[in-house]
C-alpha cells in the first residue's frame, strides 16, 4: 500500500528552525515528484515547495525563500523540509504530496497533480 508519512513537526520559538520529512512506503520515490503544502487555519492550502523526481526542478514559495530547503534522498525513500528563520506566520499543517512522473522539466506548485498525500504534521511557531 502506498503511504506518505511525514514527521518532524513541532512547537519551536520564532527565528528557530525544523526539519520535516516525509517517508514513502509501499514504493520507491526514484519516479516521483515531491510536493509540501501547508494549510493555516482558516486559510487555503498553499504550496510551500516541491521538488522533481530527479531534483533537477526545485521550486519554493515567494513567502519561504531563503528559509526553506527541500532536499530528497530516493535511496532513503524520504523529502526533507529544512525550516530556518521560522515566523509565526508559517505555523500551519504541513502535508507531503507526491506525484508519479518519470522526468518533468517543473515541479507543480498547485495540489490537483498530486495523487498521494500525508496525514500532516502540525508546525507552531510561538514564544
Known amino acids: 500500500q502506498l503511504q506518505l508519512v511525514e514527521s518532524g513537526g513541532g512547537l519551536v520559538q520564532p527565528g528557530g528552525s525544523l526539519r520535516l520529512s516525509c517517508a514513502a512506503s509501499?514504493?520507491?520515490?526514484?519516479?516521483?515528484?515531491i510536493g509540501w503544502f501547508r494549510q493555516a487555519p482558516g486559510k487555503e492550502q498553499e504550496g510551500v515547495s516541491c521538488?522533481?523526481?530527479?531534483?533537477?526542478?526545485?521550486k519554493y514559495a515567494d513567502s519561504v525563500k531563503g528559509r526553506f530547503t527541500i532536499s530528497r534522498d530516493n535511496a532513503k525513500k524520504t523529502v526533507y523540509l529544512q525550516m530556518n528563520s521560522l515566523k509565526p506566520e508559517d505555523t500551519a499543517i504541513y502535508y507531503c504530496?507526491?506525484?508519479?512522473?518519470?522526468?518533468?522539466?517543473?515541479?507543480?506548485?498547485?495540489?490537483?497533480?498530486?495523487?498521494?498525500w500525508g496525514q500532516g504534521t502540525q508546525v507552531t511557531v510561538s514564544s
Open positions: 504530496a507526491a506525484r508519479r512522473v518519470a522526468v518533468e522539466a517543473i515541479c507543480p506548485m498547485r495540489r490537483s497533480p498530486y495523487g498521494y
Open positions: 509501499g514504493f520507491t520515490l526514484d519516479y516521483y515528484t
Open positions: 521538488i522533481s523526481s530527479t531534483g533537477g526542478s526545485i
